[in-house]
């Protein structure tokens, strides 16, 4: 009986430490292509070679292409949590490029 228990607790106790793994490795995964994403245009650069790019990056849902800011999203472990990256433009080029972490 109280190696049942033991057996019982420690399975918890392992399954709860992988889906805490988990998570942290699907949260830094979206982050790390947020942040690779805004890195690659720097400000200055064409906001039409961002546009391309972006037409293919993130989310579907939270991918929003204009003519003068372009922001998409990654998504962690649930779609409440958005790493994302925009671009607001000024007479076709970057005049501004920021991550955020949207929860």
């Known amino acids: 009986m109280r190696r ?4 019982f607790w420690s399975a918890v106790l392992a399954v709860a430490i992988g889906l805490a793994a988990a998570v942290s490795v699907v ?11 805004c890195d690659q245009f720097p400000v200055g650069s064409p906001l039409a070679d961002v546009a391309a790019a972006a037409r293919d990056a993130g989310h579907p849902r939270y991918r929003m292409i204009r003519a003068d800011e372009i922001s998409i999203a990654y998504i962690g472990v649930s779609s409440f949590s958005r790493h994302a990256c925009a671009f607001q433009g000024e007479s076709g080029k970057i005049t501004k490029a920021w991550y955020a972490y949207l929860d």
């Open 27 to 37: 949260e830094s995964n979206a982050q790390a292509k947020a942040r690779a994403f």
């Open 4 to 7: 049942n228990r033991w057996l």
